[in-house]
């Protein structure tokens, strides 16, 4: 695609289910990372992966946070019994080869509200 | 921390006239981006200069770089309405991509009134 999908674009959960938010980096970019934004806020790192590869996990707020991206395209965060303070907005991004990695190309990001 | 911080934390202007935000970074940096932030939407790229250049235009974008201060401004000039959104700056310590994602302040939120 010409840009960064991410899906669903909002989700409503109810405290303790479980939620998949998905993102479709621009085809061939390497990096992807995901973000956290509360509101008012700016963009908190989760977490990194180079391909397949999550190189940096530091930015994950708990176990209950886990992100894949099992063929170095598509990712999917995980959240596991979401809690209220996880409500927030989850951005991805990606970023190419050398020259153009220096940048990062963001979705519109999903929206998570936890009830 | 390689954050930037940036300032003012809101700033409302009128529509026509110039607005300037600045940038303060703790580190030293490879080179400094800024991006803006439209509401509901994601980050959209503005602007990158590196550490070597002191002023960089693009359109009716402005940013300069004082690495001995380790600041940046970004001016827009002649705002108009669609250019109020969030501006966040990201200064980068290395080269190139890789685990040394950018990390963000919370942004200057500017509002251009019609």
């Known amino acids: 695609g010409a840009g960064v999908s991410q899906s669903p674009r909002y989700k409503v959960a109810k405290r303790g289910q479980d939620v998949a938010l998905r993102c479709d980096p621009i085809s061939g970019h390497v990096s992807l990372f995901w973000y956290q934004q509360a509101l008012g806020q700016g963009p908190e790192f989760l977490t990194y992966?180079?391909?397949?590869?999550?190189?940096?996990k530091s930015g994950l707020p708990s176990d209950r946070f886990f992100a894949e991206r099992p063929e170095g395209s598509v990712s999917t965060l995980k959240i596991q019994r979401t809690q209220q303070e996880d409500s927030a907005v989850y951005l991805c991004?990606?970023?190419?080869?050398?020259?153009?990695?220096?940048?990062?190309?963001f979705g519109s990001g999903t929206q998570l509200s936890v009830l | 921390s390689q954050q930037g911080e940036e300032d003012p934390q809101a700033l409302s202007i009128q529509e026509g006239e110039n607005a300037t935000m600045n940038c303060s970074y703790k580190?030293?940096?490879?080179?400094l981006q800024w991006y803006r932030q439209n509401s509901g939407r994601g980050l959209v790229h503005l602007i990158l200069?590196?550490?070597?250049?002191r002023e960089k235009h693009s359109g009716r974008l402005r940013v300069t770089l004082d690495t001995s201060k380790k600041s940046s401004s970004l001016l827009i000039t002649a705002s108009r309405a669609a250019d109020t959104a969030s501006y966040f700056c990201?200064?980068?310590?290395?080269?190139?991509?890789?685990?040394?994602?950018?990390?963000f302040g919370k942004g200057t939120h500017l509002i251009i009134q019609p």
């Open positions: 992966f180079q391909n397949e590869a999550q190189l940096d």
């Open positions: 990201a200064p980068r310590r290395r080269p190139g991509g890789g685990a040394d994602g950018l990390t």
């Open positions: 991004a990606s970023s190419g080869h050398r020259e153009e990695g220096q940048k990062l190309f």
């Open positions: 200069i590196r550490s070597n250049e």
């Open positions: 580190t030293s940096i490879n080179n």
